[in-house]
């Protein structure tokens, strides 16, 4: 039997059994369409989990403060970890002039929550009060505008820069950039007027990973200078959070310890 001749066999045989034929084959599409759904479904699931992680930064080690010594001696209510006062600038400062093997870059921040306003529009936001570097080690991306620079730190400038969906919510038909915003802290008891010198690019949703839209950003010096409470009674600039990013394959665990030291 020829190869023309089996073909043939088997189209008859499809012809006179149209019913099972048909299930078979529609039993074959289900069982392919199924393993690619699945497949799609995965990678989908695979790239939101990268996406998050991604948002975060790449190569990042976070300093938070912890408990003060203090708090750790008394017998009394303690504060949750990350509430003491227990870092500054100068630990940012330090960990800088250490020139530490496999540090690539290094920045603190200053993190405030507050009311934002704009003409009839309101929004509770954080406000992260950092430099320069921050998109650098964050590794984020302005879509309008531009970023705070070091002039504006040097400055104490009383610029803005909006995450999306803060922009998005303050100005819904009109572009923010040169607006002014206001910065209602204490219960309103205080308010800075800023101006808008940038728009973040989306990150989107991140779950339970920290995402920059709906945040504000500042100059750190505008913060210190302008609020007591931001230092030590030392005199001493305290800080929420230092972000390092190290290079690529540098061994995390010893720059960790070094850092402690």
Do not use: C
């Amino acid at each position: 039997m020829n190869l023309w001749a089996g073909f043939f066999i088997a189209i008859r045989a499809i012809i006179a059994n149209r019913l099972r034929s048909g299930l078979t084959a529609l039993g074959l599409v289900i069982g392919v369409s199924s393993v690619i759904v699945l497949i799609a479904v995965g990678q989908g699931a695979q790239k939101n989990v990268v996406d998050r992680i991604q948002g975060l930064g790449t190569n990042l080690i976070f300093i938070q403060p912890g408990i003060s010594a203090t708090d750790q001696r008394s017998a009394g209510p303690r504060g949750g970890f990350g509430s003491a006062n227990t870092l500054t600038a100068e630990d940012a400062d330090a960990i800088i002039e250490a020139e530490l093997e496999g540090v690539a870059g290094v920045v603190s921040q200053i993190n405030f929550n507050a009311q934002a306003i704009a003409g009839p529009n309101n929004l509770r936001v954080p406000i992260i009060g950092t430099t320069q570097q921050y998109t650098l080690i964050r590794g984020l991306q302005v879509s309008e505008g531009s970023f705070i620079t070091d002039r504006d730190v040097d400055r104490k400038a009383l610029s803005i820069v909006l995450g999306s969906l803060v922009a998005e919510t303050l100005f819904p038909d009109q572009d923010p950039i040169g607006k002014p915003v206001r910065l209602s802290l204490g219960g309103g008891r205080i308010t800075f007027t800023f101006r808008v010198m940038g728009i973040m690019g989306e990150e989107g949703s991140s779950g339970q990973v920290e995402t920059h839209d709906n945040a504000v950003f500042i100059p750190v010096s505008t913060l210190q200078s302008r609020l007591g409470r931001s230092r030590t009674t030392t005199g001493s600039v305290r800080v929420s959070q230092i972000s390092i990013q190290t290079i690529a394959g540098a061994d995390k665990e010893l720059i960790k310890a070094e850092i402690t030291d």
